[in-house]
T-cell receptor
């Protein structure tokens, strides 16, 4: 069964600190993995995308890693800001689907305190 | 910011009412999707469309229906709303794969928060 599991479920950190969010998946065949940021009451917005051959991808203070062998990904946020408070969702695309079917994790709810 | 719009943003209605959630995109995308999301839970695909006159049911069974008469418009209708329909509904769109190398990135609208009393 294709699944995406994220941890932790929620996380509270102080402004300026770093944090790492985890994602494990069983989706096969694998096409790509995205990390989305979803602010409260808004739709998800893509932060990074990684394909099978990519190990690391950065987007400003966000750095994603992918280990396709162990089917694990992480999202590292450096020097956190109050605006980073949001849900971070790991999304894996199924290469075997003509639709490009997406499998979503439940997200990690990050709260950054001043 | 993606050019995909949803109205209304919030809707509170009584049981038995008919409602239509609107979704429009100005990116010319062929594929469009409707997802349902409950608090703290993952998004579930309830409907999708490959293009005009194409509609398919998603993974999660839903009593709603959709139509795709124009490329840019993908409305969702509930004929008789019930409290179990209370949820957030997200619309998304994407290009047909391979044309832009965007790996099927789906662009999401802001969502409609539906509450049925």
């Amino acid at each position: 069964k294709n699944q995406v599991e994220q941890s932790p479920q929620s996380l509270i950190i102080l402004e300026g600190k770093n944090c790492t969010l985890q994602c494990n998946y069983t989706v096969s065949p694998f096409s790509n993995l995205r990390w989305y940021k979803q602010d409260t009451g808004r739709g998800p917005v893509s932060l990074t995308i990684m394909t099978f051959s990519e190990n690391t991808k950065s987007n400003g203070r966000y750095t994603a890693t992918l280990d396709a062998d162990t089917k694990q990904s992480s999202l590292h946020i450096t020097a956190s800001q109050l605006s980073d408070s949001a849900s971070y969702i790991c999304v894996v695309t199924d290469r075997g689907s003509t639709l490009g079917r997406l499998y979503f994790g439940r997200g990690t709810q990050l709260t950054v305190w001043p | 910011e993606a050019d995909i719009y949803q109205t209304p943003r919030y809707l509170v209605i009584g049981t038995g009412k008919k409602i239509t959630l609107e979704c429009s995109q100005t990116m010319g995308h062929d594929k469009m999707y409707w997802y349902q999301q409950d608090p703290g839970m993952e998004l579930h695909l309830i409907h999708y469309s490959y293009g005009v006159n194409s509609t398919e049911k998603g993974d999660l069974s839903s009593e709603s229906t959709v139509s795709r008469i124009r490329t840019e418009h993908f409305p969702l209708t509930l004929e008789s709303a019930r409290p179990s329909h209370t949820s957030q509904y997200l619309c998304a769109s994407s290009e047909t794969s391979g044309r832009s190398g965007s790996y099927n990135e789906q662009f999401f609208g802001p969502g409609t928060r539906l509450t049925v009393l």
